[in-house]
């Protein structure tokens, strides 16, 4: 049976080309969303640039046929502007406010009812991205799902970058003995990505362990290169932090991702890593530290001062981290040797657009609050010889159109998972403090 979906503003401004992904069913855009997408096209972000490319995708279609009427879409479906069926009546006395999503919920509300009163009429599902939306379209009755064709993955499990095994206890000798692993002899059946971390449990539930990681060539499991090694000060607490630093310091990887909640690290982690590749090793020209800005306006605009300024309030938790690896203990003494050194740079991702960035050790905090777009134009940016970390908590998204599953993060870890040169990992445990981590479990 088909169905009619009427689909909400924030599904079109998330994903501008959605109209295509509902098959041979008919698509309804209320004209309350084309009032919306035409506030948005001012905009000078994705969002401004997304409403644009939907508006001009719709005028296109018009050369089909009349919108108001129906167009055949090259999915098989029929999109329909949505002019009639706005009447408030059904809902004023639930919904006082004829807002924007309320007249939405309208629309839906009234095309269900003309509908029903069909013989063979046709279920209607109203598609949004907003959560309450959803719950206020439940509440009416209505049938409400949420716009998962942009989800990176489908099974709600994001890559973890490591996976436990378990092997006998001689096998983990053996591997202990020759140093290595050889993947098609014993485990042929499993399929491990590149760089991926190999945890080695006895199965009999004995103490005896290991820890490996897959060879970029997929062929071998090898022992942690760098497995104690302390960097800048900072030693490894656990078997995930050790995994970040095997992956940190590796030459042959030129796109790291960690993620975690807060405290596990991956801020100090990679700042250490990063001070030590440039400064101690001279791997790389310069050490850029970059994060994108979302406070609760929209830009830093309305902040007095020059752009470091700026820029501070936001880049706080990197100058924290700085501060403790350079053991600094008084007001300006980090300035005076970032000022010294000249070649360590902190900057909003604002500025990092339209440039080449060759020979630098790249880190990308919060990169779970960029879009696909953003972070493919970023990792677009980085030159020859350059290393780039992008690391946050996809849990914590403040960007209004993105979820664990959709956002620029996920979608580099899930699409770069097979390439060797990538790696990714996943820290579980909190660092910072005790007090940190109850926070992180339990609030």
Known sequence: M????????????????????????????????????????????????NARYVAKLIDSLRSHGQLHSGIKLESGGNLRVELNHRSFNKMQDI??????????????MNLREEEEAKPDGCPVIIVSKDALVRVKADALGLQAEDFLSDRVIQDDELYKGYVNVSISQEII????????????????????????????RDECGSSSSALGKVNGEGTWIEPLY?????????????????????LLLNERIS????????????????????LHLKEDEGKFHKLLVAKPVVPVGKDIGYLPGEKEEKLRPWMQPIYDNLEYLFNTKQNGDLDRILSGMGNIQVEALTYIRGRSIPEQYII?????????????????????GSKIVLMGDPDQIDHPYLDKYNNGLSYVVERFKEQKVSGHIHLEKGERSHIAQLAADLL
């Open 2 to 49: 088909k169905k009619i979906y009427v689909l909400d503003t924030n599904v079109l401004l998330q994903d501008p080309r959605a109209l295509f992904a509902f098959e041979d069913n008919e698509i309804i855009i209320p004209a309350v969303v084309l009032e919306e997408i035409d506030a948005k096209k001012r905009y000078t972000d994705e969002i401004g640039k």
């Open 173 to 200: 000798g053996y591997f202990y003995k020759e140093g290595r692993l050889s993947v098609h002899d014993y485990f042929p059946r499993n399929a491990f990505y590149p760089h991926q971390f190999i945890i080695f």
């Open 364 to 384: 990308v905090d919060e990169a779970q609050n960029l879009t696909k777009h953003e972070v493919k134009t970023i990792l677009t940016r980085v030159g020859e």
């Open 226 to 246: 760098h497995d104690e090694q302390m960097v800048w000060g900072i030693r490894p607490r656990n078997a995930q932090q050790k995994m970040a630093i095997e």
């Open 255 to 274: 796109l790291i991702t960690m993620t975690g909640k807060a405290g596990t690290g991956k801020t100090l982690l990679s700042l250490a890593c990063g």
């Open 95 to 108: 919904f006082l406010d004829a807002s924007n999503d309320n007249r939405i919920l309208a629309v839906a």
